[in-house]
């Protein structure tokens, strides 16, 4: 009986011990995990800063006006000529092919604000835009303020012509009032090749001098 009864006992206290130490691995266990938890949205929910954007996508500037645009084909432009009610586009009749390495010219007259327009293409790309204006109902000022506020001051000024330049593009509005796009690595190209053409007629032409 005595046996039994120790025996007994003992149950009893373990009974007693264990869990209490049960709860307590629990209540530790559940802590750590609520503090897991309550870690977990603020990872989750923090923003990715967004990249900066790049000096040129700041100030990036078109090369395009409307459906036209710097760097497209000689049907490409013929054909969005046509659809813009903005020009008096006659077709082929206002397509010239210019003495020089493959180059070509398409003049057009416009309609309400546009008075003209002049398309150079280079290789079958347009490389230059140009447009003049009908001063009798939109002015200078109207067109430059506009540019400013959407591309900032220009790179050049004077009382005559106001520059925006990129790596690739340069925009100007001339007085009266003529905007022009062009393609500067074309452009560039173009006037590096007439120095190396113009150097060597200058050397031809000593050449020939010396025969004397």
Same mark, same amino acid.
């Given at each position: 009986?005595?046996?039994?009864?120790?025996? =007994? +006992?003992?149950?009893?206290?373990?009974?007693?011990?264990?869990?209490?130490?049960?709860?307590? #691995?629990? &209540?530790?266990? /559940? $802590?750590?995990?609520?503090?897991?938890?309550?870690?977990?949205?603020?990872?989750?929910?923090?923003?990715?800063?967004?990249?900066?954007?790049?000096?040129?996508?700041? =100030? +990036?500037?078109?090369?395009?006006?409307?459906?036209?645009?710097?760097?497209?084909?000689?049907? #490409?432009? &013929?054909?969005? /000529? $046509?659809?813009?009610?903005?020009?008096?586009?006659?077709?082929?009749?206002?397509?010239?092919?210019?003495?020089?390495?493959?180059?070509?010219?398409?003049?057009?007259?416009?309609?309400?604000?546009?008075?003209?327009?002049?398309?150079?293409?280079?290789?079958?790309?347009?490389?230059?835009?140009?447009?003049?204006?009908?001063?009798?109902?939109?002015?200078?000022?109207?067109?430059?303020?506009?540019?400013?506020?959407?591309?900032?001051?220009?790179?050049?000024?004077?009382?005559?012509?106001?520059?925006?330049?990129?790596?690739?593009?340069?925009?100007?509005?001339?007085?009266?009032?003529?905007?022009?796009?062009?393609?500067?690595?074309?452009?560039?190209?173009?006037?590096?090749?007439?120095?190396?053409?113009?150097?060597?007629?200058?050397?031809?032409?000593?050449?020939?001098?010396?025969?004397?």
């Amino acid at each position: 009986m005595n046996i039994t009864g120790y025996q =007994s +006992g003992t149950c009893s206290s373990d009974s007693l011990k264990y869990p209490i130490i049960e709860m307590m #691995d629990h &209540k530790k266990i /559940l $802590i750590i995990l609520i503090i897991f938890l309550l870690m977990i949205p603020a990872g989750f929910t923090q923003e990715t800063p967004a990249p900066e954007e790049s000096a040129e996508e700041e =100030s +990036g500037l078109p090369r395009k006006f409307r459906e036209l645009s710097l760097g497209m084909s000689l049907e #490409d432009l &013929k054909q969005n /000529l $046509i659809a813009d009610n903005y020009f008096n586009f006659r077709g082929d009749r206002d397509v010239s092919f210019l003495p020089v390495r493959n180059q070509s010219l398409v003049e057009t007259t416009g309609l309400s604000f546009i008075r003209r327009a002049f398309f150079q293409l280079r290789d079958g790309a347009v490389f230059i835009m140009s447009f003049s204006m009908n001063t009798g109902i939109i002015d200078h000022y109207s067109v430059f303020t506009q540019f400013v506020e959407k591309y900032g001051q220009p790179s050049w000024l004077d009382p005559r012509t106001a520059v925006w330049e990129t790596d690739d593009t340069r925009i100007s509005i001339e007085r009266p009032l003529t905007v022009k796009y062009i393609d500067k690595i074309v452009f560039d190209d173009i006037i590096n090749e007439s120095g190396l053409v113009e150097s060597s007629h200058v050397r031809q032409r000593q050449e020939f001098l010396n025969e004397f």
